[in-house]
Nanobody, 118 residues
Framework: VQLVESGGGLVQPGGSLRLSCAAS????????MGWYRQAPGKERELVAR???????NYSDSVMGRFTISRDNAKNTVYLQMNSLKREDTAVYYC?????????????WGKGTLVTVSS
């Protein structure tokens, strides 16, 4: 099983980016999917999570600015990021709880860098 993120890059403050994360490989089912981020010198933190039924939760720091969604047919989760701030600069990681034929395991992508700077 692999998770591959895309969509990171350099954006000015106030701008927008859309991240995608596609899961591939031996996948029987996927429960929760989510995005986490890690800024330089800081611990990895939750950004947003979404259940199979599309219930969502967000960190207070991104509430109202970021939107998480998923396409279950494509095994893909998205993160629409609007009104970006310098403090959103981080490596963003995708996470998913995947049943690969046995039990559910937690998988991580390698991350995509988001830099918010003028």
């Amino acid at each position: 099983v692999q998770l591959v993120e895309s969509g990171g890059g350099l954006v000015q403050p106030g701008g927008s980016l859309r991240l995608s994360c596609a899961a591939s490989g031996r996948i029987f089912s996927i429960n929760d999917m989510g995005w986490y981020r890690q800024a330089p010198g800081k611990e990895r933190e939750l950004v947003a999570r979404i259940t199979y039924g599309s219930r969502t939760n967000y960190s207070d720091s991104v509430m109202g600015r970021f939107t998480i969604s998923r396409d279950n047919a494509k095994n893909t989760v998205y993160l629409q990021m609007n009104s970006l701030k310098r403090e959103d600069t981080a490596v963003y990681y995708c996470n998913a709880e995947i049943n690969d034929g046995g039990t559910f395991e937690s998988y991580w992508g390698k991350g995509t860098l988001v830099t918010v700077s003028s």
